[in-house]
């Protein structure tokens, strides 16, 4: 039988191991992990792959500032990278080093294929070169004729006998993918369109002068541009060339999420090897913008760099994981200040959510003994207002599979602020003085079903908070098990469950005073 494709296949860029993460990486690593977990909500096979690039001058020098070989240099820092992972609670399927064999070997099986089709020739090369960026420019690209355009410092000069990659023979298909949705957003899609417009170069994909690479299989003397040895951990990972069925099951990749620094790398090149090798190409890049910090994009080599554990010890890990997606639109640049983070965890996250699930849990477990009641009242103006708000955040969440988690969140928001709006107009305080028995039976079970929605559509972006509330209502079974559109209907609940209020979910945050 075949085997045909039948798994949403995502991935991160694997990051450079010069040095530790700050929040810049782990932006696109989280957002990453929302889509994962939002695609697994709605009963996607999800195989979610993020990992590091270990090869290249950058690592290499890294290495050589720290008296150690590249090897010892990496495996030491990767722990590192690993430990992000698990502090945001990132729920890859996979992590690839690109030190590891089954990495170097299947790169060197595709490398073999495009240079037997005859897509890869020896040629000379020489021209400015930025080792940051681990990228030749032309003289054209730079500023004032010597500064990369990208960091602005002094280019260095390379010239070296290497193999080329036939990629002025793909314009013509790259164009014709630029009409199709393969880059977004709308913005990246003109830009690179217009860059290959302009006329493509052939590339050098080799290195003679390195030594810290993956060998060329027809000249061991030279190791592959680390570029080309990157961008192939996502086919490498998922299964090229292992000779098993994995790859069918997951190629092509359906989003590489990227920054918007290495969009030519992935909406360019990549596509054009692959092209060249008769593999598929992704079905998605998008690239997002950058987090700034007192305007400039957030680096460690501008000493701006944030380690997201400063901001996990003090906000937490759903906090820190809501406030970006929900603070900054995901195409654009956005600034990171300590003050918005804050003014987000008071007003959204403890205020507008984490009040209305205590006051919901303690009304129940007052009036009801912790039993949620049977809605046996009849439905009234108010249900129909939250209906509404619920219809709205369940469509607007769809803005998830746009990567718009702005628009998401704050529809989401729309639901949790109709629920506060909810229990003010019901005023089930009231009922109870009132003795209005069913009245207040169906607007409790109405709040903790409304709740339950929350959990479930929150659990994305806020997995800790989600899973703590879902505990808290006493309800059957994991959250994990959990699927929309169904279990994300009103009325699912069932009656009879026992609440327990346990802490509070954003407890008042300590002002370090
Ligand atoms: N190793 C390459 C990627 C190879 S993918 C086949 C690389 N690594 S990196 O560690 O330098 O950057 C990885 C990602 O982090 C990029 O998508 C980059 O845009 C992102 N960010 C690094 N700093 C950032 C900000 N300040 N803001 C947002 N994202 C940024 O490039």
């Not at 030279?222 to 086919?235: G, I, P, R, S």
């Not at 599979?401 to 969140?409: I, N, S």
């Not at 994305?460 to 959990?482: F, H, K, R, S, T």
């Amino acid at each position: 039988m075949a085997e045909t494709k039948d798994t949403y296949y995502l991935t991160t860029p694997i990051y450079y191991v010069n040095d530790v993460p700050h929040i810049g990486h782990a932006y696109t690593t989280v957002a990453a992990d929302v889509v994962a977990r939002w695609r697994r909500l709605n009963g996607d096979r999800v195989h979610f792959l993020t990992g590091t690039d270990e090869h290249g001058e950058k690592n290499a020098r890294a290495a050589a500032e720290r008296g150690m070989a590249p090897q010892e240099h990496v495996d030491d820092i990767v722990p590192r990278w690993q430990e992000m992972l698990e502090l945001l609670r990132i729920s890859n399927d996979d992590f690839i080093r690109t030190t590891e064999p089954r990495h170097q070997t299947r790169v060197q099986d595709f490398m073999q294929v495009l240079h037997d089709r005859g897509d890869i020739y020896p040629a000379t090369y020489s021209g400015p070169y930025c080792v940051r960026c681990e990228a030749y420019y032309t003289v054209s690209e730079l500023v004032d004729g010597t500064l990369c355009p990208l960091h602005r410092r002094p280019v260095e000069q390379l010239e070296q006998e290497n193999y080329f990659f036939r990629l002025s023979g793909y314009a013509d298909q790259l164009l014709a993918l630029y009409d199709t949705d393969f880059v977004q957003p709308e913005v990246r899609r003109n830009e690179v369109r217009s860059f290959v417009a302009e006329g493509l170069q052939d590339i050098s994909i080799t290195r003679s002068a390195l030594d810290w690479g993956v060998r060329v299989p027809w000249d061991p003397e030279q190791v592959f541009y680390v570029w080309f040895d990157a961008l192939l951990n996502y086919a490498t990972a998922a299964g090229y060339g292992s000779g098993t069925a994995a790859f069918a099951h997951r190629w092509p990749a359906d989003l590489h999420l990227i920054g918007k620094d290495i969009l030519r790398f992935h909406a360019v090149y990549w596509p054009a090897m692959l092209m060249a090798a008769g593999v598929e190409v992704p079905r998605r890049v998008y690239a997002h913008g950058f987090l700034l910090v007192g305007g400039e994009k957030m680096g460690k080599s501008n000493a701006t760099g944030i380690h997201p554990a400063e901001l996990v010890a003090h906000f937490g890990v759903d906090c820190y994981r809501y406030y970006f997606l929900r603070e900054i639109s995901f195409g654009q640049d956005g600034t990171f200040s300590w003050e918005s983070m804050e003014q987000r965890y008071t007003t959204d996250l403890a205020n507008d959510l984490g009040n209305l699930a205590n006051r919901v849990l303690t009304m129940v477990e007052s009036y009801c003994g912790g039993v949620v009641p049977d809605p046996v009242g009849g439905l009234g103006d108010a249900e129909a207002a939250l209906a509404a708000d619920h219809a709205a955040a369940v469509t607007g969440l769809q803005a998830m599979d746009r990567l718009d988690f702005k628009k998401a969140l704050e529809d989401v928001w729309g639901f949790v602020g109709g629920v506060n709006r909810y229990v003010e107009a019901r005023a089930p305080w009231k009922l109870r003085k009132q003795g209005a028995d069913d009245d207040l039976a169906r607007c409790l079970y109405t709040c903790v079903d409304a709740l339950r929605v929350i959990a479930m559509l929150i659990s994305p972006v806020m997995p800790d908070a989600a899973a703590a509330l879902w505990g808290a209502l006493g309800l059957p079974g994991p959250l994990a098990d959990q699927r929309l559109p169904d279990a994300g209907a009103l009325g699912a609940t069932p009656a009879g469950v026992t609440v327990t209020r346990g802490d509070l979910l954003f407890p008042k945050l300590d002002d370090g005073g």
